[in-house]
């Protein structure tokens, strides 16, 4: 009964990784600075969930275990957010994609049958608001901002909308897990999730793209070559040094 | 050996990213407990990610323990932390290092509120540089009269 929160915890901790990335490298310093922000947020939920889920499966493996020590097919993250930096423009679109996903999940999560879970997502759900007006702010900029930037606000939108519908897909997990009332159905978030995405895009003056065949397969453990070098990079350290402490 | 004794100590136990602030002030120690000796200390994150959750345990862990023989320190995260719980004490410290203190939260979360004032020179007129600061927990303003930029903490 595990699976649905790993989904959740490893799409956050995944994203983390591709954020940490920017450090240093951002477009200015404000902006280095909310990435690493953003990542340290989506991290704690990533590392609170995690936890909670090696609690319930109660095979003994606590958070780093399942961080560092599984393989890409063990891996339950969307598609989305293993998807490769890009330039800003990718990172804001992917980012934006994302917040409106978990800014919708949070709030929903925080009546979940699960005590500890509903305590995370009653944290996580006012981090999540201030993300997504964060990224949101930048689509905005971006979109309705210069040509250049305008071209490649679509570029990015283009390559990464295949993406970004598989967080709203249902399968047997999903459906068992929402019937006990521990996460809700993926598909019951896709229409306010939409509806925020329609807003800030019609500001931004981008077209939302025609419904294309959702990628999928990331919340089943299928994914894009993508994850094992992001994962190669992750893991490294602690499976190079097993045990070893700062 | 009392609840009060326990929130006398904690009262000197500085944030680690706002010194000038204790656990206390900021809301993040919740609840003592005591009974025959051994006091529990309850404490709650600001943010879900604050890297200093492990350095506030021992830190809070040190500061009993020249009191108390048994010392015990829980992390709950809820109810979730909110800037209401930083108490009027605790925001007039934060100003007087010159980082302002949260405004009002406004419910639905649409705003994370704005400085009342500059807290170097008090004028009204502000504007925000960065929706994201030195901590998770603050975002840089700038005064429009002084021209000083300053922390804030945003209300959450």
Known sequence: MSEPLLRIADSCLVLTQRLT????????????????????????????????????????REEDDLAYLRDAGEFRNQLLVEQPNGDFAHTVVRQFLFDTWSATLWPALTSSTDEVVAGIAGKAAKEAAYHVRHSGGWVIRLGDGTQESHARMLAAVEDLWPYAGEAYLDDA???EAAEAGLVPLPSSLAGAARFRLEQVFAEATLPIPPEPYWQRG??????????????????????AHPGATW | MTVELAWELLAEVPDPELPTVSVVDLGIARDVQVRDGRVVVTITPTYSGCPAMQEIEDDVRAALSTRFADVEVQTVLAPPWTTDWITPAGRDKLAATGIAPPGARMLPLLTEGQPAACPHCGAQDLEELAAFGSTACKALWRCLVCREPFDYVKAH
């Open chain 1, 21 to 60: 990335a920017w450090c240093g490298h951002a477009p200015a310093l404000e902006e280095d600075i909310a990435l690493a922000n953003v990542a340290l947020d989506v991290l704690g939920h990533a590392r609170a969930l995690l936890t909670r889920v090696g609690e319930l499966e109660g095979a003994g």
């Open chain 1, 173 to 175: 997990v999903d459906v």
């Open chain 1, 218 to 239: 990331g919340r089943q453990g299928q994914h894009t070559e993508h994850l094992t070098y992001l994962l190669a990079d992750m893991q490294v350290v602690h499976r």
